[in-house]
């Protein structure tokens, strides 16, 4: 079992930032990919950001091209995600994620074996 904490949502205003981190603790030797998605009211969870095992390869849907970066520091099991420019439409539970299979893709909740609580982003106009 891996276990997800995520940290770091609040309020801030448009044009802001935060930075959210995500905590892994248990089996991380078995995660090869790091995943952060958001899910506003009444919407389906959706993909922000994806990052490998090496940090080397990044992932990111479009809306957020540009603003937002994921990153990872592997001794310290945690992976932020940097958010910049932030937008009203930005607002959302943010969660992390940890892929330890190759079921499905990396863009899709189908994808990712353990979850984290969630932390709420509340970005105001």
């Known amino acids: 079992q891996v276990q997800l904490v995520e940290s770091g949502g609040g309020l801030v205003q448009a044009g802001g930032s935060l930075r959210l981190s995500c905590a892994a603790s248990g089996r991380t030797f078995s995660v090869y990919a790091m995943g952060w998605f958001r899910q506003a009211p009444g919407e389906k969870r959706a993909f922000v950001a994806a990052i490998s095992l090496s940090g080397g390869m990044t992932y990111y849907v479009d809306s957020v091209k540009g603003r937002f970066t994921i990153s990872r520091d592997n001794a310290e099991n945690t992976v932020y995600l940097q958010m910049n420019s932030l937008k009203p439409e930005d607002t959302a539970v943010y969660y992390c994620?940890?892929?330890?299979?190759?079921?499905?893709?990396?863009?899709?909740?189908?994808?990712?074996?353990?979850w984290g609580q969630g932390t709420q982003v509340t970005v105001s106009s």
């Open positions: 994620a940890a892929r330890s299979s190759l079921q499905s893709t990396i863009y899709s909740t189908l994808g990712y074996n353990y």
